[in-house]
Each structure stands twice: as C-alpha cells, then as structure tokens.
C-alpha cells in the first residue's frame, strides 16, 4: 500500500519568496493533516481536513500560510511571503477517519516531510 | 493549550543499557500515542495507551500510561543501535473527535555500538 506522498523534499528559498508543497495522503483516508516541524522541536498541527473541509486551522498563520485540499484528495500548503523562522520540516499526514486517534482505524500516517530552508 | 513535556531532552547510552523516557502534562489526555522518528522520516506510530494504568509491551519496549492520564512513559531494555531516533509522544485532547495531536518536543535516542 503506498504511503502519503510528499513533494518536493527539499526547497530552498529566500525570505519574502513564495513556496508550496504538495501532498497526496493514502488514498481513501478522508482526514489529511499538515504539520510543521521546526529543528529540535515536535510537530505542530496547522492545519486539518475531513474530506474538502477544514476542521481545524487554529494555528495556521493565515496572513501567510494558505492550505486547500479542493477535490478531498490531494492538498497543497502554500507560504507567501516565506520568512526565516518558518524553515522547518512540513510533514503532511492522513487517516481513514477524524475520530478518536486511539481507535486503529484512526491511525495517523505520516509523509517523509518537505524540508524548508528559507535564507 | 495542552503541553506535553518531554524528558531527557538528549540521552546517550551504550549498547545494552536500559533506559526510561518521560512524557509529562498537566492535562489529562483522552488517550497517548508515541512515535519514533528516524532522520529525514516522518514519525511512524509505536504504540497508543487509552486506559489510565495501562502497560504496553512491543518487544523490547514497554510503554505506560499513567493512572491520571496525564502522562506516559516508555522503557527500553537491553538497548540496540537500531533504537536510535527521536522519541516522540503526543496526546488527543480529553474532548475526542477530531483533535489534532499535541506533540512533545522529543526525546533524542542515540545507542553507541
């Protein structure tokens, strides 16, 4: 079964420089998720879907930060303009449903991540 | 915010040795879940805990959960180079359905040969 497909792995960009990434989750799976990993730290939610909707983008900053995931499928993150603390590793991730994380068919699968270096 | 509270932050250890990590909150947490994440992966699920007191074994690894679920631990015992990695856990929030994950900041695992 393939797993959630993330792309590019690596871009680097200079501050004020738009980026997007791109994320194909585990087909099927209805609830995608993008997090962004800083250096050191664990990953942050910014931004969740069920199926073409979003439950939860509380910490998405929006002035810069934009997510669509129009057919329910693949979704895109996008930063304009990048800053310097937002390089960070953005993961994307996915599961069947946006139950209970406990429950096995909640289980969430994440991507190897998109590495952001912004200079 | 619920914070999760990681600790150690960074440990070492020869192979062979035993070790204990800690995952801390002052939140009490539907349920717990710990990852390992290697270099340039993403994290891959090891393990959730749901019931307050719960002990988990995967192997050389065992994982509990706190009877206030509140926190977590996980031991290693007889530690392999193959253990290395960045130890993450995190939480659902106490109020089910579609929560985000809360995650710690990690525990980085080396195991020297």
């Known amino acids: 079964e393939a797993g959630v497909a993330q792309s590019p792995r690596y871009k680097i960009i200079e501050k004020r420089q738009s980026v997007a990434f791109w994320c194909n989750p585990i087909s099927g799976h209805a609830t995608l998720y993008w997090y962004q990993q800083i250096l050191g730290q664990g990953p942050k939610l910014l931004i969740q879907f069920q199926n073409n909707g979003v439950v939860d983008d509380s910490q998405l900053p929006k002035d810069r930060f934009s997510a669509e995931r129009l057919k329910g499928v693949d979704s895109t993150l996008k930063i304009q303009p990048a800053k310097l603390e937002d390089s960070a590793v953005y993961l994307c991730a996915s599961s069947l449903t946006d139950g209970i994380p406990s429950l096995p068919g909640n289980t969430i699968y994440f991507g190897e991540g998109s590495w952001l270096t912004v200079v | 915010t619920q914070l999760l509270e990681q600790s150690p932050q960074f440990l070492s250890i020869q192979e062979g040795e035993n070790l204990t990590v800690y995952c801390n909150s002052s939140s009490v947490f539907s349920s717990l879940q710990w990852y390992r994440q290697e270099p340039g992966e993403g994290p891959v699920l090891l393990v959730t805990v749901v019931t307050g007191g719960e002990v988990k074994k995967l192997k050389r690894l065992t994982f509990q959960f706190g009877d206030a679920r509140k926190d977590s631990s996980l031991h290693i015992t007889a530690a392999q180079p193959g253990d290395t990695g960045l130890y993450l856990c995190?939480?659902?929030?106490?109020?089910?359905?579609?929560?985000?994950?809360?995650f710690g900041k990690g525990t980085h695992l080396i195991i020297q040969p």
């Open positions: 995190a939480g659902a929030g106490s109020g089910g359905g579609a929560d985000g994950l809360t």
